[in-house]
């Protein structure tokens, strides 16, 4: 199985929506936490809930980047065709969806003949 490339130009439309995300999410959470606390300025707040919020979503990337490595054995085996891959159970809603997908579909391949 060849190994694919985290980054890929392709997914630029992707990456700056979730950059748009993280920047809604940074201004609301700043202005949020300058209304709560009534001793920030506006800038202080996002620089912190811009720093926060970047934090939070690099966990979630290199936590999805050791789970798709936990996946990847048991994909090579659904890829060979073994009807019990054994693919481990992993944290993160959208793996454990593709997951399914992946499995559902190559059901549907072995119930259909094709490989």
Request: some cysteine; proline content about 11%.
């Given at each position: 199985m060849k190994r694919y490339p985290i980054f890929r130009k392709e997914n630029i439309p992707a990456y700056l929506t979730v950059m748009s995300a993280w920047a809604?999410?940074?201004?609301?959470?700043?202005?949020?936490?300058?209304l709560l606390t009534d001793s920030l300025s506006f800038p202080?707040?996002?620089?912190?809930?811009?720093?926060?919020?970047?934090?939070?979503m690099g966990i979630?990337?290199?936590a999805s980047i050791i789970n798709l490595r936990k996946?990847?054995?048991?994909?090579?085996?659904?890829?060979?065709?073994?009807?019990?891959?054994?693919?481990?159970?992993?944290w993160?809603?959208?793996?454990?969806?593709?997951?399914?997908?992946a499995m559902e579909l190559a059901s549907r391949g072995r119930r259909s003949g094709t490989p």
């Open positions: 809604v999410v940074s201004v609301g959470s700043a202005g949020l936490l300058v202080v707040a996002l620089a912190w809930a811009a720093a926060t919020a970047m934090a939070g979630m990337f290199v996946l990847a054995p048991g994909f090579r085996r659904l890829a060979e065709g073994e009807p019990d891959p054994r693919i481990p159970p992993v993160c809603p959208v793996l454990t969806a593709a997951t399914n997908a």
